[in-house]
């Protein structure tokens, strides 16, 4: 019974596209994409530069302390 529905109102129409990008304000953003880039590389740290998991070096001497352990 299709026909005692009421009819859709058509969606409205899209929106008008945006203004293309001037060369300037490309320029400016690429110039600012490769300054945040290069920040970005400058932080990271090389393999021997960070922390190693756990101490290898490390003197597991007795202190003298008791321990929970007994």
């Known amino acids: 019974m299709s026909f005692l ?3 859709v109102p058509p969606p409205p129409p899209p ?3 945006p203004e293309p990008i001037s060369a300037e304000k490309s320029a400016r953003a690429s110039a ?3 300054e945040a880039l290069m ?3 400058k932080k990271r740290k090389g393999a021997k530069a ?3 998991a756990g101490a290898l070096a490390e003197d597991t001497t007795p ?3 008791p321990t ?3």
């Open 5 to 7: 529905t009421p009819k």
């Open 15 to 17: 929106p008008p596209p």
């Open 32 to 34: 600012l994409a490769e």
């Open 39 to 41: 920040k970005e590389r």
């Open 50 to 52: 960070t922390i190693v």
């Open 63 to 65: 202190t003298g302390k």
């Open 68 to 70: 929970l352990l007994g």
